[in-house]
């Protein structure tokens, strides 16, 4: 993970803002700063209020889990969805968003996402306006690297985040952007979740 971040700071000013103002605003144009907000708390319970709460919340709506306002109060409601997302993945019903609960989390919209790389059916190509390069950006986004709006449009935007990516991850994409070029990304990042995961349970032994 902190890899994947340290690409972000090297190439987006939202990076440093989070970082010098971290509860300023909700990160929820990169998912990857949102995982990075909830690694580091490391728990959530009832009746808390924070920025990471509304966090866990913005994440458990995407996956359909959370049908409310993003308030920031862990109560009845965000503990229910809490549950009913840890019955659906065989994790201890506590209510409370545990480690593995907020680890499981994140890899479950990252295998959303993935999912959507699916529907890719040919290349993308620069100058191509499409759902396809929707899906590219949004991907891009997640990442930190595309920074504009999810238009379908491949710009100049769209040009210069796949540039950032291609060096990060040293893939083909500026010229040709394919379902397995992004699916290399999402795996790259799941390698670096798994170190953090790794890294955070030896920690908590200690």
Do not use: C, W
């Amino acid at each position: 993970m902190n890899g994947t971040l340290n690409q972000i700071a090297k190439h987006s000013f939202l990076y440093g803002f989070v970082l010098s103002q971290p509860f300023s605003f909700n990160v929820n144009a990169y998912p990857i700063l949102e995982n990075k907000e909830l690694l580091e708390k490391g728990h959530l319970e009832y009746g808390e209020h924070s920025e990471s709460v509304q966090t866990l919340q913005l994440k458990l709506k995407k996956l359909s889990y959370y049908d409310d306002d993003l308030d920031g109060d862990f109560g009845i409601l965000t503990e229910h969805s809490v549950k009913q997302f840890q019955k659906d993945h065989q994790i201890d019903v506590s209510g409370q968003a545990d480690a593995q609960t907020i680890f499981s989390l994140i890899d479950a919209e990252r295998k959303r996402n993935v999912k959507k790389i699916e529907q890719l059916t040919g290349s993308v190509t620069p100058g191509t306006h499409s759902k396809e390069v929707k899906i590219v950006q949004e991907a891009l986004q997640y990442f930190g690297y595309y920074e504009g709006e999810i238009d379908g449009i491949y710009g100049p935007l769209t040009e210069k985040a796949l540039a950032i990516a291609e060096e990060e991850h040293q893939i083909e994409l500026k010229f040709e952007v394919t379902k397995t070029s992004l699916e290399t990304m999402y795996e790259n990042d799941e390698k670096e979740q798994e170190k953090a995961s790794q890294t955070n349970h030896y920690k908590n032994k200690r």
